[in-house]
């Protein structure tokens, strides 16, 4: 198995040792929560619209797509999910706050963008074979994970799908952000600060 396979197959325990690192060193700060909250929304609301154009085919074991989809966010950037899921945890490092919280999000981001650097590789490697010079047309008009300023439309046709069928795709996604968040005030409350933060 290749790294970029394994990453792929992995995508969704590889952030557990970071994850672990961020509730052991944690130590919050109203300020801390709030702006990390935000940071958080940021990275959920591109996610959101991310799904809301591709739909459930995000949440596959296979690497492919039966459309390209290049509407929406995805003609401003091609990975938004993948921008969304950075932007969270470094919106994750800065919630739990502790003495190495810059160092934190600075390890989010570099890790982050390489092992989503080698699942993209992947995936691209994929997409070409799948779509031939329409997907490279589309990647020599829209970067990877730094979105444009302006919209490259090439498929008007492509419909977002209804917020709650979007909300459906998305549960387990939600459903650990909370979870992780909640585990942090849980931490805080019973062993950082019992009298309050």
């Excluded at 557990?16 to 959920?44: H, K, M, N, Y």
């Amino acid at each position: 198995m290749t790294l970029r396979n394994f990453f792929f197959r992995y995508r969704g325990i590889t952030p557990l040792p970071f994850v672990l690192i961020l509730l052991v060193q944690s130590d919050l700060t109203r300020v801390g929560v709030i702006c990390g909250l935000l940071v958080v929304a940021l990275g959920e609301s591109i996610r959101l619209a991310g799904v809301r154009r591709a739909g459930g085919n995000t949440r596959t074991r296979k690497v492919g797509a039966k459309k390209l989809i290049t509407a929406g966010i995805f003609s401003y950037v091609r990975n938004p999910l993948y921008l969304g899921n950075v932007i969270i945890y470094i919106g994750f490092a800065l919630m739990a706050g502790g003495p190495w919280v810059v160092y934190l999000m600075i390890i989010a981001l570099v890790y982050f963008i390489v092992q989503y650097g080698f699942i993209i590789a992947l995936e691209e490697t994929k997409l070409k074979e799948l779509f031939g010079d329409e997907y490279r047309d589309y990647t020599n008009n829209v970067p990877r994970l730094l979105p444009r300023l302006t919209s490259w439309q090439k498929d008007p046709d492509n419909i977002p799908r209804k917020w709650r069928k979007v909300l459906r795709a998305e549960k387990s996604t939600l459903l650990n952000q909370a979870v992780f968040t909640l585990v942090l005030f849980i931490k805080e409350i019973v062993i950082n600060n019992p009298n309050g933060f």
